[in-house]
């Protein structure tokens, strides 16, 4: 086995890790994902819209003030596009 090969094993074991550590956050277990599939990438699902959902509401939040906030504060370099 040469150099090339470690390192792709490597990369694997450790995105393996992380994938691992996401769908145990998600409660899912690999008996999940072998025999309710469709039963765990729902639940997946409901968690990230749930997520989203209530992300969004923070989001609309700060986009109040920052927003205009961005108008004001570029308003010159505005006006010398339009020029």
């Excluded at 277990?29 to 209530?54: C, G, H, M, T």
């Amino acid at each position: 086995m040469n150099r090339d090969h470690f390192g792709i094993i490597i990369k694997l074991v450790v995105l393996s890790l992380f994938v691992g550590i996401g769908l145990d956050y998600f409660d899912v277990s690999p008996k999940d994902l072998f025999e309710n599939a469709p039963q765990a990438i729902a639940r997946i699902f409901n968690v990230v819209w749930d997520a989203i959902k209530w992300g969004w509401q923070y989001v609309v939040l700060g986009a109040i003030i920052v927003i205009p906030a961005w108008i004001i504060l570029n308003l010159k370099n505005i006006k010398n596009r339009f020029r």
